[in-house]
T-cell receptor, first 113, second 117 residues
């Protein structure tokens, strides 16, 4: 099955800095990769989606890159704020199997003032 | 308001007592899925449905049943719950339009915290 690793369980950064989260995958090449935000006790909320033929996607302070050669996605939050503190999950599919989705365990980001 | 609802939100039950967790979405989405989330293991897919009457297994289907008789509802059934099914459960939906949910964002419900004693 697909194996997904997110760089670390926790990341602590100072307000105003750029947070960079990593998602590495093995085995199958996904057609799409997604990033979600999850706050304690709540369901994940979709942030960004990037397709296999796209190198980079941006949305406001968020940026996602996708390197299918390295089998890696990077998720950046620029000018981070304490309100960005949450757990961030990456998710991807097995390219040939519709419906099956695999999530990483998440990285807990804390932005301190 | 577009949303995914789950009921109940919290449930404490005993081993072997059949239960159903309901999931409903009002966005006319084709795709629906169930996940469980456990500390250190992340979100794991239980079952999913590409459309009405079409369901398939995810990573951890043992001990669970689902049905998709109508587009908006996707109940999760535990015929004989066991303590290892104690978990936080999420339902999600997506407008897959036949191309798979990965091509579109998923909308998650608020979660159901289940404890089996």
């Amino acid at each position: 099955s697909q194996k997904i690793e997110q760089n670390s369980e926790a990341l602590n950064i100072q307000e105003g800095k750029t947070a960079t989260l990593t998602c590495n995958y093995t085995n199958y090449s996904p057609a799409y990769l997604q990033w979600y935000r999850q706050d304690p006790g709540r369901g994940p909320v979709f942030l960004l989606l990037i397709r296999e033929n796209e190198k980079e996607k941006r949305k406001e302070r968020l940026k996602v890159t996708f390197d299918t050669t390295l089998k890696q996605s990077l998720f950046h939050i620029t000018a981070s704020q304490p309100a960005d503190s949450a757990t961030y999950l990456c998710a991807l599919n097995r390219g040939s199997t519709l419906g099956r989705l695999y999530f990483g365990r998440g990285t807990q980001l804390t932005v301190w003032p | 308001e577009a949303q995914v609802t789950q009921n109940p939100r919290y449930l404490i039950t005993v081993t072997g007592k059949k239960l159903t967790v309901t999931c409903s979405q009002n966005m006319n989405h084709e795709y629906m899925s169930w996940y469980r989330q456990d500390p250190g293991l992340g979100l794991r897919q239980i079952y999913y449905s590409m459309n009405v009457e079409v369901t398939d297994k995810g990573d951890v289907p043992e001990g669970y049943k689902v049905s998709r008789k109508e587009k908006r509802n996707f109940p999760l059934i535990l015929e004989s719950p066991s303590p290892n099914q104690t978990s936080l459960y999420f339902c999600a939906s997506s407008p897959s339009r036949g191309r798979g949910p990965y091509s579109y964002e998923q909308y998650f419900g608020p979660g159901t915290r289940l404890t089996v004693t």
